[in-house]
């Protein structure tokens, strides 16, 4: 079965760095999405991407974030300069269509912790 | 606006005894509900969803989950725990075309 793909499974920076976070969706996925998990606390909707363009993002996508899909295949999120809050598991999907006929299908995550 | 509260951050039970992970929602609209669960190591793996069709939905593994409007409710269950169910499990509430809002994560430990 086609998964979703993210590297590397941990990355460890330092307070400051830029960061960037890798994603392979499955192929013939239409919409993509970041999501993060704060150790404890909640899985949090960051940013959803379709048609080469941010669809909708939350209050915790600021000007730090960006995302982008620059090969056709690949869909990156990067980090300007990481703070210590960064740190968190980070998950990508990917979904055929939109809406709840086309569920969200998670890669494995990786974990992002800013020393 | 959608909202998700699970109850019990880490649920215990025996091998063979029932699971019951709860899960309360808040929404604006009619809600589309969804239960995920992650194995260690693993991603985010959709288990059940309800989409307003029947209340009582099943789902893989032998796990379904029961809409409760009045309740504001969306619990999942499982008549008889296995060891390979140990997992984190997550409830998450859609709009629609919102994206999902997921709970905090419930922790099944199942013990032999």
């Known amino acids: 079965e086609p998964e979703v793909t993210q590297t590397p499974s941990h990355q460890v920076t330092q307070m400051g760095q830029e960061v960037i976070l890798r994603c392979v969706p499955i192929?013939?996925?239409?919409?993509f999405y970041w999501y993060r998990q704060i150790l404890g606390q909640k899985v949090e909707f960051l940013v959803s991407?379709?048609?080469?363009?941010?669809?909708?993002k939350s209050e915790i996508f600021d000007d730090q974030f960006s995302v982008e899909r620059p090969d056709g295949s690949n869909f990156t999120l990067k980090i300007r300069s990481t703070k210590l809050e960064d740190s968190a598991m980070y998950f990508c999907?990917?979904?055929?269509?939109?809406?709840?006929?086309?569920?969200?299908?998670f890669g494995n995550g990786t974990r992002l912790t800013v020393t | 606006a959608q909202s998700v509260t699970q109850l019990g951050s880490h649920v215990s039970v025996s091998e063979g005894a029932l699971v019951l992970l709860r899960c309360n929602y808040s929404s604006s609209v009619p809600p589309y509900l969804f239960w995920y669960v992650q194995y260690p190591n693993q991603g985010l793996q959709l288990l059940l969803k309800y989409t307003s069709a029947a209340t009582l939905v099943k789902g893989i593994n032998g796990f379904e989950a029961e809409f409760k409007k009045s309740e504001t409710s969306f619990h999942l269950t499982k008549p008889s725990a296995h060891m390979s169910d140990a997992a984190e499990y997550f409830c998450a509430v859609s709009g629609g075309n919102t994206p999902l809002v997921f709970g905090k994560g419930t922790r099944l430990s199942v013990i032999a």
């Open positions: 999907a990917s979904s055929e269509g939109q809406g709840i006929g086309s569920p969200l299908h």
């Open positions: 991407f379709y048609n080469n363009e941010i669809s909708e």
């Open positions: 192929s013939n996925h239409l919409y």
